[in-house]
């Protein structure tokens, strides 16, 4: 199994980025997916998740109505769509498989003027 993220850049506060993970390995559409961050010196924490039946997503106040999961079961796919982005989103994301615990290698966000 393999997953692969991108996407990850530096951005200016109240800007946008798209993270992608292309997922290898497994009958993608048959799992759910999430992604997960982490800050230097933080806990890494849960932002996105997405099932593979119903795509009923989920997300932590901290980005609830700033970010989106959704997936492309075509493209083995996930995406993670984060917008008004601030400072304290600066961290490494990671796409994850629960049903496996199953973590991708991560990418780099980081949100500064």
């Known amino acids: 199994v393999q997953l692969v993220e991108s996407g990850g850049d530096l951005v200016q506060p109240g800007g946008s980025l798209r993270l992608s993970c292309v997922v290898s390995?497994?009958?993608?559409?048959?799992?759910?997916m999430s992604w997960h961050r982490q800050a230097p010196g933080k806990e890494r924490e849960m932002v996105a998740t997405?099932?593979?039946?119903?795509?009923?997503?989920y997300y932590p106040d901290s980005v609830k109505g700033r970010f989106t999961i959704s997936r492309d079961n075509a493209k083995n796919t996930v995406y993670l769509q984060m917008n008004n982005l601030k400072p304290e989103d600066t961290a490494v994301y990671y796409c994850y498989v629960p049903y496996i615990n199953h973590w991708g290698q991560g990418t780099q966000v980081t949100v500064s003027s």
């Open positions: 997405i099932n593979s039946v119903t795509n009923s997503t």
């Open positions: 390995g497994l009958p993608f559409s048959k799992y759910g």
